[in-house]
């Protein structure tokens, strides 16, 4: 069955208010078995919102970055790995956008209407930071490439139509090469076991002498030459992500505290949620959330007004405005998922619940990459008018 076209941004969050109640139910019990979420990713692909920023020109509703970060702040909010799943799709998405030919986005465009999931291959181990890329695309005397390489962390692999793979071409720039998931020396191995975002399969990709068509190839270096918004879209999805896991776990907390919970003693109150300690404590997570929400619909403004006037000026604000809602709500969702413990009390540590979900998720999605550079370049750029540099981890 194709996939549902959606028409603008209102039925784009419509459609993500009705998943993220949907996969909301079965959350915690595909985290308890590490049961990957096959199903409820079909219903993600059937739903149309895979496309959503498609330009209208090729049939898309091209929504803006408010409604993009809105729906994974949804999707977060009700099962975060679900929601990361598909965070690389959308920036290999831009990676078409801008620096693919006409033919190559008439392509790849009409894949994303009929559904089709892109996945990543972008992260290696054991160089020597992220940004050291060893996978290589090999000329051959026929036009097409040789791909050889491993990546690690490649959310989104598993469960792809297409595979953007971040490599280096003869003269060292970097590529993206979009590889079927079933290419002939192509393997995509299920090995992720990390605590938190368990059911992302974020495992490993083998390319061992994988032939790509020269038409599949992108310049990707030529993104960074530029004013450019690559880094500033990926990382607010990013933090959108962080806010929703944030989201979830304060509702969580309430819905605890008020149907589980008992009080303390000392407080003289009938149930836990007339506290006035816990209220107190309610009210400090309340106003938390309420500004890591409203600095990502801040960042995503600031995105949108640079995409409608890309400049070096503009380009830095976004990058800028991003950097602050993802620190702000990389601290939000580790202490609101850890708060919720200390509020729920000492029933909330059952293994049997499963509520310490929400802290591995906050815990692990986090560590993306660090906050402190994110807080470096704010302050450069404050202090003294410093643009942040062009890269797509800010």
Do not use: C
Not at 177 to 202: E, F, H, K, N
Not at 305 to 311: G, N, S, W
Request: aromatic share 6%.
């Amino acid at each position: 069955m194709p996939a549902h076209v959606i028409a603008d941004d209102q039925e784009a969050l419509a459609v993500a208010r009705a998943l993220a109640e949907e996969f909301r139910a079965g959350a915690s019990e595909r985290d308890r078995e590490r049961r990957l979420p096959r199903a409820e990713l079909e219903r993600l692909s059937a739903s149309g919102l895979l496309a959503v920023t498609v330009p209208a020109a090729h049939g898309g509703a091209d929504v803006g970055a408010g409604t993009l970060a809105e729906i994974f702040r949804l999707l977060a909010s009700a099962d975060p790995s679900l929601a990361q799943i598909p965070q690389s799709h959308f920036v290999y998405v831009n990676v078409i956008r801008r620096q693919g030919t006409p033919e190559q986005r008439r392509f790849f465009f009409g894949e994303l209407l009929a559904g089709r999931r892109l996945g990543n291959a972008q992260s290696e181990a054991g160089t020597r930071h992220v940004q050291d890329i060893g996978t290589r695309l090999t000329p051959r005397p026929d036009g097409s490439l040789l791909l050889t390489g491993e990546k690690h962390y490649s959310t989104g692999a598993l469960f792809a139509d297409w595979i953007p793979v971040l490599a280096r071409a003869a003269d060292d720039a970097l590529h993206v090469a979009y590889v079927p998931r079933d290419a002939p020396g192509l393997t995509v191995v299920d090995d992720w076991d990390g605590m938190g975002q368990r059911t992302t399969a974020s495992g490993t990709v083998r390319l061992t002498g994988v032939v790509v068509p020269a038409d599949r190839v992108l310049p990707h270096h030529l993104t960074f030459r530029g004013p450019q918004l690559h880094g500033a879209t990926a990382q607010l999805l990013h933090a959108a992500i962080d806010v929703g896991i944030a989201d979830g776990a304060l509702a969580e907390a309430v819905s605890f505290v008020r149907t589980r919970s008992r009080p303390w003693f000392e407080s003289g109150a009938d149930t836990a949620a007339e506290d006035p300690l816990v209220i107190q404590r309610f009210g400090e997570l309340g106003v938390t959330t309420r500004a890591s929400r409203a600095l990502l619909r801040e960042a995503a403004r600031a995105v949108e007004e640079a995409r409608a006037d890309l400049t070096d000026d503009t380009a830095a604000e976004a990058s800028v405005a991003v950097a602050a809602a993802k620190a702000h709500a990389a601290r939000t969702a580790v202490e609101v998922a850890d708060a919720l413990f200390d509020l729920a009390g000492t029933r909330s540590a059952l293994d049997s619940l499963n509520l310490h979900r929400h802290w591995r998720d906050a815990r692990t999605h986090t560590l993306h990459d660090p906050a402190r550079w994110k807080i470096q370049h704010i302050g450069r750029h404050l202090l003294n008018g410093t643009r942040p540099p062009r890269h797509g981890l800010l």
